[in-house]
């Protein structure tokens, strides 16, 4: 304890010996952590979107007027195997035409018109809360439209995987700029961690000769490294939630999310938690790929 | 307290600065090395602090083998093992008490245990009014006596000095050898290497003289 108190007032002394340097270094790691925070708000809003577009989905699948009763209940076990599956319902003829009169009531009578009912036997299918994602519903599709018997599955793919595709193409964008911008950060506090060292030069080199171990003398710079770190992760959340705060009730809420009626989300705790940690993590690496190159003992 | 066997020790391959070493410094034992610039005393003297390696031989220090001893322990030879150097090596922008206080302050004493030991050192080497000046603001002989306060604070059994008085007028080194003989005489062994042989005459300590990286006299208490 005594000496976790000693090693944070040198870390704090090494601080307070530039303190530019460390304001430079706090800020570009906030303004890292800021563009961040944006990503993993998009992000985390469109996963979000994602959830809400799947609560309605239902999945139908028609089978063909031929489809034999075995092939009928292969179909019923396929689709009761999902996990993601709540409830498969079997549609029969009778069912779907009465449906079809509700629906389309002017028209009823042109079912009474034909001979012989048109309307093919389907499996309805909704899905638990956790299974309602467009990509396990896109899956279970796949799986299920090449059985036999089968004619066609619906639940509204296509424009579902387009969404799905621009989804993923953030995400990736975001993974890509945040590690090269992580790297930067790294860079730059490792940076701020060879000054101190080199400003302690002679520190260490009493204090190795009067048998300090490795240990005592480097960790006063990951403390140091470590606070850099977490200041700046909280700042830069702090500057996500001030982003947040003065520009989603501005831009984005007239245009079509208004109209949809959804309102964005800032980023829950456990993304912000993450983020601290990141914080922490970085000031561990960027202090470790410091006293590597700059320290040796 | 300190023995050494048949050490050798060399920077690089054809740069042999330690040969054939065999000496031996008892407890409370109070020597020299001596030797003209060049023969190799500092070696000697980093050897033991393990600041250097030997290549072949036993170096016993606390009847311990530390010609082979780890990397990670070497931190707890040295905080028995008090140092002093020709330049001080202070560090200049610490108090003079703050510097006496160094070598307590790695050992994760408390504060103001580190703060009461250093003025006691402070206090032996009678430099307890200026605890709160800078190193720069001191006379040389001073800093040196700095330098010893710190060196003894953690009451280490042994004590090496490399040309303690080399940067001081005759009188001051006069004082820094009546300090060290006081340390001495409380009980610690010292070893001090100089190539000041005309007041080492006077004394009536062992010499061991070293001469190009040999011992030529002295190694080993002749009675
Ligand atoms: N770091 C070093 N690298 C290479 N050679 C060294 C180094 N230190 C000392 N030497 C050589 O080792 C020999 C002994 O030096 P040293 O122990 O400093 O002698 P002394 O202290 O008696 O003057 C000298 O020849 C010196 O040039
Ligand atoms: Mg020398």
């Not at chain 1, 279970?140 to 193409?169: C, H, I, M």
Request: hydrophobic residues 45%; contains cysteine; aromatic residues 8%.
């Amino acid at each position: 304890m005594v000496r976790m108190f000693y090693f944070l007032r040198r870390a704090l002394s090494d601080i307070g010996r530039s303190p530019v340097v460390a304001g430079v270094t706090v800020g570009t790691v906030a303004v890292v952590f800021l563009i961040m925070g944006v990503f993993a708000l998009v992000g985390h809003n469109l996963e979000l979107l994602t959830h809400r577009v799947g609560s309605g989905l239902k999945l139908s699948v028609f089978l063909q007027d031929d489809c034999s009763a075995k092939q009928r209940e292969t179909v019923q076990k396929l689709l009761k195997a999902s996990a993601a599956v709540e409830r498969v319902h079997f549609v029969d003829r009778e069912e779907a035409a009465s449906r079809f009169r509700q629906r389309f009531s002017r028209q009823a009578n042109v079912l009474d018109e034909l001979d012989e009912n048109p309307l093919p036997e389907s499996f309805e299918v909704t899905f638990t809360p956790a299974g309602q994602h467009p990509k396990t519903i896109g899956a279970l599709s796949q799986k299920v439209v090449n059985s036999p018997g089968v004619e066609e599955v619906l639940y509204g793919q296509a424009w579902l995987d387009r969404f799905f595709r621009f989804v993923q193409t953030i995400r990736l964008l975001g993974l890509v700029v945040g590690a090269l911008i992580f790297l930067a950060a790294l860079l730059i506090v490792a940076n701020t961690i060879r000054l101190s060292v080199y400003a302690r030069q002679d520190d260490i080199h009493i204090l190795k000769l009067v048998g300090a171990t490795e240990g005592f003398i480097k960790a006063p710079f990951y403390i140091e490294g470590v606070l850099l770190g977490l200041l700046g992760a909280s700042l830069g959340i702090a500057l996500t939630w001030i982003a947040f705060a003065l520009l989603v009730p501005e831009i984005l809420i007239p245009g079509w999310l208004e109209e949809t009626r959804l309102t964005v989300a800032f980023l829950p705790f456990e993304m912000i938690a993450w983020m601290v940690g990141t914080g922490a993590f970085l000031g561990v690496l960027g202090t470790m790929s410091s006293l590597w190159r700059h320290l040796k003992i | 307290m300190i023995q050494m066997y048949h050490v050798h020790m060399s920077y690089g391959p054809d740069n042999p600065a330690l040969v054939d070493i065999t000496l031996r410094v008892d407890k409370a034992e109070f020597v020299f090395i001596t030797g003209p610039s060049g023969a190799g005393k500092t070696s000697l003297l980093r050897l033991l602090l393990l600041a250097e390696r030997c290549e072949s031989g036993q170096i016993l220090v606390f009847g311990q083998n530390v010609a082979r001893i780890k990397e990670s322990q070497v931190p707890y030879i040295r905080r028995r093992i008090g140092v002093v150097f020709q330049d001080f090596k202070l560090l200049p922008t610490r108090t003079v008490q703050e510097n006496v206080g160094v070598g307590l302050e790695v050992l994760g004493k408390p504060r103001r245990e580190t703060a009461k030991k250093s003025m006691e050192a402070l206090r032996l080497v009678g430099l307890e009014h200026k605890a709160n000046s800078y190193p720069l603001r001191l006379s040389g002989g001073e800093q040196q006596r700095v330098a010893i306060a710190r060196a003894i604070a953690n009451d280490p059994p042994i004590l090496l000095a490399d040309e303690p008085t080399g940067n001081l007028d005759p009188v001051l080194s006069r004082e820094i050898y009546d300090l060290l003989t006081e340390v001495n005489a409380r009980g610690a062994s010292v070893v001090v290497a100089t190539h000041d042989i005309g007041w080492v005459g006077r004394t009536q300590k062992r010499v061991i003289r070293v001469e190009r990286g040999r011992v030529v006299s002295g190694g080993i208490r002749e009675n």
